[in-house]
């Protein structure tokens, strides 16, 4: 499986892979949701039946995993069972049950002369999808591409290959009985780094890669990459306590954006708080993170209303955690906080806790996040909390898709006219 | 004004631009609609009013015009008068009448739990525009962009330095006089051709580049860009001519799309036609090209119904001639011709010309360009054909706008969220 097929070259390779994905992308699109669905649900059902093969290639991968040094928390979220095979399968149903993007008529009119002119959403093609070691994520993203009417291209982590492999035989082989093509999922059957380059050149062949993991890959992936690219580097996501701010709301939004998961790139990095309302609101706020053992890195003006602090340098501004630190500002306006953010955040998701209309609305125009709160935990900044159903990343890019992508970011479209004949003038 | 300003070297000077403009996109971006309708009309009024200065600059240009080697066409596009000024002045009046895009509720829900989602339309922030030589497009870039409440920085051809110059100035003096920050437009001061790639690195400050020119110069840009980048190679159109077509519809169409104007990338360059009509349509359809002296570049089942054709070289089956050729070719399916068209053709703008309902199904949904047109002319496949108003360009990528770009292709969206204090469990 780490092997190339016999006689082939990694270039050859990659371009067949791709060529396949493109000849596929042309019928997917051709596809009712009904198609897709049938296959979605044969899917669920013979990932449950395959439970066996699929736990022993899993077992390969866990066994292999301490020769890649992977830590206890990603082995548990390398390992499968059968309840977490249970649990691929729901997703893929509830992705049943998501609205087919495809085919939407997103605007349609009459031109003087008789030209009814439809805009009409389609697939993107073909979807170079690149990702951290979760066997779920395989299933998961292959549902979403495939619904949205694209083919994928999946390149997992190494240390989940076997399990990776499994789950696309599946895929792949409900896709035949289904009526699909077999190339509608493919995963890149070589853990040779070079294989993501030569896909990166595609432009053309591969419509969009969207890069999940490390800042390192993806900063690779936006400068190697001819095609668009879907993704984010990191999340310092701001909380801003307004000097209209009741004091217990804040600190419930800031605990839960920091406390409630923090590994994760949604949750809060940056405390700033208007200076009428530090000194009655930092020493509460401060106290509560106390409690999740939060260390507080303070510039010199909330330093003293909070207890044990350590004074902030200039990298905390920019510091994306994902951990038990969180840096605090003391500013002198909301438009002080918003050019902050606007500074130092990474474009992700910012929080204002205030009473103030006017507040409210000058933060939420001032600032450019692709999601900007008001009194609400930056946490919920996630597709599924929006309600999009699945998502396959998040975006802080401007470009296309901003925010949580699940279907319908993964698709374009195209102008539709029909005439009777009607000729330029 | 081909100098820097004093004790300035270029990538300072760059940067300084970039950040003016950036630091205008947040001041823009808060403006309500009548404060950028009222800087259009005052621009339109200050251009006519300044009309003795500008048409100065442009003798500038004129006179030097032959130092550039430029053709009469070109000369005579570099050419204003009375006349073409009130041309640019009544097309900003008609950008006062487009609606404005920004502040759109995209969509609008409220979440279980009572977060009130609101997904709404605010501008890309910095426009980088590069283009040729006419002064006309100066005026239209700066006010579609700023309608759209984008800044932008305009790098015109060189050619027509003074007379943009001196429509920038009049734009920038009625920002000032309107409210508007002047770094809302401005026009790159020097014509050294570096400064492109300077800007072209400036990811995060630049949200978008939007090149206009020869294939060489796009292709520079896409492939320089640090950020997204809304371009078209090139128009490779085609016009299939389907079984059930009528012959006469037919060559109507195709003498619209290939002749009404030769040297523009939604012109007809490639002619397929099913085998079961080349024989009653062909000469029907190769006489009237033959009236407007179009050399018929044929493949071997085409030539023997064409008077005088010239036999097709592979080349010609990609090739975009910008004049009196097209190439020609019979295929022997529906599908075919749609495999032909998504090998060869650019994505810009393709036709099928049929009477049947299932081939005109089949072809927009096979077909993978930005504009498919049933029984209408490639030539209709434009901004102000299509109803946008104005436009600032065409593309033909699938990522963020496809087709003919106006106001609303130069916005992006940003979620706003309102709570009352909710916390994610």
Same mark, same amino acid.
Request: charged share 20%; proline share 4%.
């Given at each position: 499986?780490?092997?190339?097929?016999?006689?082939?070259?990694?270039?050859?390779?990659?371009?067949?892979?791709?060529?396949?994905?493109?000849?596929?992308?042309?019928?997917?699109?051709?596809?009712?949701?009904?198609?897709?669905?049938?296959?979605?649900?044969?899917?669920?059902?013979?990932?449950?039946?395959?439970?066996?093969?699929?736990?022993?290639?899993?077992?390969?991968?866990?066994?292999?995993?301490?020769?890649?040094?992977?830590?206890?928390?990603?082995?548990?979220?390398?390992?499968?069972?059968?309840?977490?095979?249970?649990?691929?399968?729901?997703?893929?149903?509830?992705?049943?049950?998501?609205?087919?993007?495809?085919?939407?008529?997103?605007?349609?009119?009459?031109?003087?002369?008789?030209?009814?002119?439809?805009?009409?959403?389609?697939?993107?093609?073909?979807?170079?999808?690149?990702?951290?070691?979760?066997?779920?994520?395989?299933?998961?993203?292959?549902?979403?591409?495939?619904?949205?009417?694209? *083919?994928?291209?999946?390149?997992?982590?190494?240390?989940?290959?076997?399990?990776?492999?499994?789950?696309?035989?599946?895929?792949?082989?409900?896709?035949?009985?289904?009526?699909?093509?077999?190339?509608?999922?493919?995963?890149?059957?070589?853990?040779?780094?070079?294989?993501?380059?030569?896909?990166?050149?595609?432009?053309?062949?591969?419509?969009?890669?969207?890069?999940?993991?490390?800042?390192?890959?993806?900063?690779?992936?936006?400068?190697?990459?001819?095609?668009?690219?879907?993704?984010?580097?990191?999340?310092?996501?701001?909380?801003?306590?307004?000097?209209? *701010?009741?004091?217990?709301? *804040?600190?419930?939004?800031?605990?839960?954006?920091?406390?409630?998961?923090?590994?994760?790139?949604?949750?809060?990095?940056?405390?700033?708080?208007?200076?009428?309302?530090?000194?009655?609101?930092?020493?509460?706020?401060?106290?509560?993170?106390?409690?999740?053992?939060?260390?507080?890195?303070?510039?010199?003006?909330?330093?003293?209303?909070?207890?044990?602090?350590?004074?902030?340098?200039?990298?905390?501004?920019?510091?994306?955690?994902?951990?038990?630190?969180?840096?605090?500002?003391?500013?002198?306006?909301?438009?002080?906080?918003?050019?902050?953010?606007?500074?130092?955040?990474?474009?992700?998701?910012?929080?204002?806790?205030?009473?103030?209309?006017?507040? *409210?609305?000058?933060?939420?125009?001032?600032?450019?996040?692709?999601?900007?709160?008001?009194?609400?935990?930056?946490?919920?900044?996630?597709?599924?909390?929006?309600?999009?159903?699945?998502?396959?990343?998040?975006?802080?890019?401007?470009?296309?898709?901003?925010?949580?992508?699940?279907?319908?970011?993964?698709?374009?479209?195209?102008?539709?006219?029909?005439?009777?004949?009607?000729?330029?003038?």
């Amino acid at each position: 499986m780490t092997d190339l097929p016999k006689n082939t070259d990694l270039p050859s390779y990659c371009q067949a892979v791709a060529a396949a994905a493109k000849e596929a992308s042309y019928q997917l699109a051709l596809l009712d949701t009904e198609a897709k669905n049938r296959w979605l649900e044969a899917s669920a059902d013979q990932l449950l039946a395959s439970s066996d093969m699929i736990l022993e290639a899993n077992q390969k991968d866990l066994t292999a995993a301490p020769s890649y040094g992977l830590t206890d928390a990603s082995i548990d979220r390398l390992r499968l069972d059968v309840q977490r095979l249970e649990g691929i399968a729901s997703a893929l149903r509830e992705i049943v049950a998501l609205p087919d993007p495809i085919g939407e008529v997103i605007e349609g009119f009459t031109r003087p002369g008789g030209l009814q002119i439809q805009k009409t959403r389609v697939p993107l093609g073909v979807v170079f999808f690149i990702y951290e070691s979760r066997p779920n994520v395989t299933a998961d993203a292959a549902a979403i591409c495939v619904k949205s009417g694209n *083919a994928v291209i999946l390149r997992g982590g190494k240390e989940a290959m076997h399990s990776s492999q499994a789950i696309v035989d599946v895929l792949r082989m409900t896709a035949e009985t289904e009526g699909l093509p077999a190339a509608a999922v493919q995963l890149v059957s070589t853990t040779d780094r070079e294989a993501v380059g030569h896909f990166l050149q595609m432009d053309g062949q591969v419509d969009v890669t969207i890069p999940r993991g490390g800042e390192g890959l993806i900063r690779r992936v936006a400068s190697e990459a001819t095609m668009p690219v879907i993704k984010h580097y990191d999340g310092n996501c701001h909380v801003y306590v307004d000097l209209a *701010a009741d004091v217990e709301m *804040a600190a419930n939004i800031i605990e839960n954006s920091k406390c409630q998961r923090m590994g994760v790139c949604n949750a809060c990095e940056s405390l700033l708080i208007h200076d009428g309302i530090a000194e009655l609101a930092l020493p509460v706020i401060s106290e509560r993170l106390h409690t999740h053992g939060i260390e507080k890195r303070a510039d010199d003006k909330a330093a003293p209303h909070i207890q044990g602090s350590v004074a902030a340098s200039p990298e905390d501004w920019g510091a994306e955690y994902l951990g038990t630190k969180i840096s605090v500002a003391v500013v002198d306006s909301l438009e002080a906080a918003a050019k902050h953010i606007n500074r130092y955040g990474s474009g992700h998701t910012d929080a204002i806790v205030t009473n103030s209309l006017q507040s *409210a609305n000058r933060f939420t125009q001032l600032v450019d996040s692709s999601a900007v709160m008001v009194n609400a935990s930056t946490r919920f900044n996630d597709g599924g909390m929006f309600g999009l159903g699945a998502e396959i990343g998040i975006s802080t890019d401007k470009f296309h898709a901003r925010g949580p992508c699940g279907l319908r970011e993964l698709t374009t479209y195209k102008y539709i006219v029909n005439g009777q004949g009607q000729i330029r003038e």
